[in-house]
């Protein structure tokens, strides 16, 4: 594991049809790294690129 204290869940309720979003959570406080909801046609787009989303990641966890 990179982040030793880290965890991970799926919401209840049905998810988006082909597409997604990676939300960071802390306490009360949530952060959306990536989403890909309203991204696309052409699908490609509606997934994100690793490296954008460790930078957002990384942005997200210094403030």
């Given amino acids: ?6 965890s991970d869940f799926f ?6 049809r082909n ?4 939300t960071l959570m802390e306490g009360d ?11 696309g046609p052409p ?3 509606q997934f ?3 490296a954008e989303v460790v930078s957002a990641l ?3 966890l210094k403030s």
Wanted: net charge positive; hydrophobic share 35%.
């Fill in 1 to 6: 594991l990179i982040f030793e204290s880290c």
């Fill in 11 to 16: 919401t209840a309720k049905k998810p988006r």
């Fill in 19 to 22: 597409s997604f979003e990676i």
């Fill in 29 to 39: 406080k949530k952060v959306v790294l990536w989403s890909g909801i309203k991204k």
């Fill in 43 to 45: 699908r490609k787009l």
């Fill in 48 to 50: 994100p690129d690793p």
């Fill in 58 to 60: 990384k942005e997200a």
